[in-house]
Structure formats: structure tokens, C-alpha cells
């Protein structure tokens, strides 16, 4: 077990919704990273948050958007969802903010749009 | 840009037989490679790094920067080594390949 948290676990909605995704980091963690994970394309890495701050931005696509609060948790919104945004979501943490630190992932978030 | 390529998808070899999986970044700067691995049912951890030059359950690897490669190898391989690898390069990001699926084959 990594220490990192992910809700929901499953998630079935329909095209167009809106849904919320939930990482909280191991404890002492300042970095929160999201990655999806599909067939096609492989682990993307999408955003990462330090310490509340956006720290650097991947492949999100704008009806996506993602936050970190004050306790360190983030939250990931995928708004407009279509059929191709089903894929597995990953959240990872890491003690600092440099591409040098080991990620702890978490068990994912697998989205599923019908 | 940073890119990292895992040209084989699916790798199957015989208990015993060595790995080899084949990892090649496109970077200007000066690279960090990391290999990752997920277990079946488990979470994606860190396998090695590779400024770290260590052996982790048997796998090394090493940066070639005239090849930009970074190779991951293990001279006999064993069931419990069945799972998905992922090459990741550092920058201002991770950066992750696609993906080999080992299959150590009893």
C-alpha cells in the first residue's frame, strides 16, 4: 500500500455529465500528479499540483480541471464527457516538486462513459 | 520535447531466459530515467532509477546517452516477474512509455 487514496474506486456515467475524482497523498507528501491511463494511449501525464500551486501541466484537456487544497488533497473534474474519456485515472504523490522524486501512486479511478 | 518509446508491447520468455525491454527517450537536456512496474492487482511502484546504478529484484539498468537508451535488463527470469514495465523519463515531468507487458512463461 502506497499511502495514496483514490475515490470512487468505479465510476458510470453518461456522455456529457460532469463527475469528480478524489486523491488524497500519503502523509507529509506536498505533490499530487494525475495520469490517465487508456489502451491506446499509454500513460499521460495530465497535471501536477505542489503545495496548492500548479506546478506543471501535460496533456489536460480544457473540459478537464483539477485543484489542491489547503490539506493536500486534489480533486480532478472532468466536465462535457465523451465516450473517448473513458480510461483509468491515476493519482500519484511525491514528498517535493521535482521530476527527480519517486512517485507513490494510488489505485486509480477506473471512469467508464456509456 | 521529452519522448519515450517502448517499441514491443507484449514480451514472453521462458522462466530462466533473459529479459531484455527496450527503452528509448527523445530529451535535449540531461535525462532522468526511472523504470516503473505494476503487478497484477497492485499499484504502479518504482522499480529502479538510474542514478541510483542499483540492482532491484535482479533488474538493472543503464543510460546510454549516445544511444539515448535505457535498457532493462535481468539475466533469468522468473514468474514472479510478470507484469507491466513502464520507462519514464524526468524533466519538468514524468513522462511514460506505453508499456511492456512481460509474461515470464513457466
Known amino acids: 500500500d502506497s499511502g495514496v487514496t483514490q475515490t470512487p474506486k468505479h465510476l458510470i456515467t453518461a456522455t456529457g455529465q460532469r463527475v469528480t475524482l478524489r486523491c488524497s497523498p500519503r502523509?507529509?507528501?506536498?505533490?499530487v500528479y494525475w495520469y490517465q491511463q487508456s489502451l491506446d494511449q499509454g500513460l499521460q501525464f495530465l497535471i501536477q499540483?505542489?503545495?496548492?500551486?500548479?506546478?506543471a501541466k501535460g496533456n489536460i484537456l480544457e473540459r478537464f480541471s483539477a485543484q489542491q487544497f489547503p490539506d493536500l488533497h486534489s480533486e480532478l473534474n472532468l466536465s462535457s464527457l465523451e465516450l473517448g474519456d473513458s480510461a483509468l485515472y491515476f493519482c500519484?504523490?511525491?514528498?517535493?516538486?521535482?521530476?527527480?522524486?519517486?512517485?507513490?501512486f494510488g489505485p486509480g479511478t477506473r471512469l467508464t462513459v456509456t | 520535447a521529452q519522448r519515450v518509446t517502448q517499441p514491443e508491447k507484449l514480451l514472453s520468455v521462458f522462466k530462466g531466459a533473459p529479459v531484455e525491454l527496450k527503452c528509448n527517450y527523445s530529451?535535449?537536456?540531461?535525462?532522468?530515467l526511472f523504470w516503473y512496474v505494476q503487478y497484477s492487482r497492485q499499484r504502479l511502484q518504482l522499480l529502479l532509477r538510474?542514478?541510483s546504478r542499483e540492482s532491484i529484484k535482479g533488474f538493472t539498468a543503464d543510460l546510454n546517452k549516445g544511444e539515448t537508451s535505457f535498457h532493462l535488463k535481468k539475466p533469468f527470469a522468473q514468474e514472479e516477474d510478470s507484469a507491466m514495465y513502464y520507462c519514464?523519463?524526468?524533466?519538468?515531468?514524468?513522462?511514460f512509455g506505453k508499456g511492456n507487458q512481460v509474461v515470464v512463461i513457466p
Open positions: 500519484a504523490s511525491s514528498a517535493g516538486g521535482r521530476g527527480l522524486d519517486e512517485q507513490y
Open positions: 530529451y535535449s537536456g540531461s535525462p532522468e
Open positions: 499540483y505542489y503545495n496548492g500551486e500548479e506546478r
Open positions: 519514464a523519463l524526468s524533466a519538468n515531468r514524468l513522462a
Open positions: 538510474h542514478i
Open positions: 502523509s507529509g507528501d506536498l505533490s
